[in-house]
């Protein structure tokens, strides 16, 4: 199982981006997906999820900004992220939790700047 992270960029103030994470094999026994994000010199933190009943959450500061949702027919996970502030600039982690183990993407660079 592979998981692809694909939309990071270089966006300014105020500026929207949308991430999408794909998964390639067969995976069984999903409870979430979910995003996280590192910034620099900074511990990796969660910033949202999605559980297998639809129910969303989201880390307090990109609430209201940031929408996650997925595909589960497709195998997706999207992150759509508005009204970008600096502070969200990181590396984006896409990840599957089973009841077997987490599957973690390899990131994708968000940077906010003018």
């Known amino acids: 199982v592979q998981l692809q992270a694909s939309g990071g960029g270089l966006v300014q103030p105020g500026g929207s981006l949308a991430l999408s994470c794909a998964a390639s094999?067969?995976?069984?026994?999903?409870?979430?997906w979910r995003w996280y994000r590192q910034a620099p010199g900074k511990e990796r933190e969660w910033v949202a999820s999605?559980?297998?009943?639809?129910?969303?959450n989201y880390l307090d500061f990109v609430k209201g900004r940031f929408t996650i949702s997925r595909d589960s027919a497709k195998k997706t996970v999207d992150l759509q992220m508005n009204s970008l502030e600096p502070e969200d600039t990181a590396v984006y982690y896409c990840?599957?939790?089973?009841?077997?183990?987490?599957?973690w993407g390899q990131g994708t660079l968000v940077t906010v700047s003018s």
């Open positions: 999605i559980i297998r009943n639809g129910d969303r």
């Open positions: 094999g067969s995976i069984n026994g999903i409870k979430a």
């Open positions: 990840n599957i939790d089973t009841v077997y183990r987490e599957y």
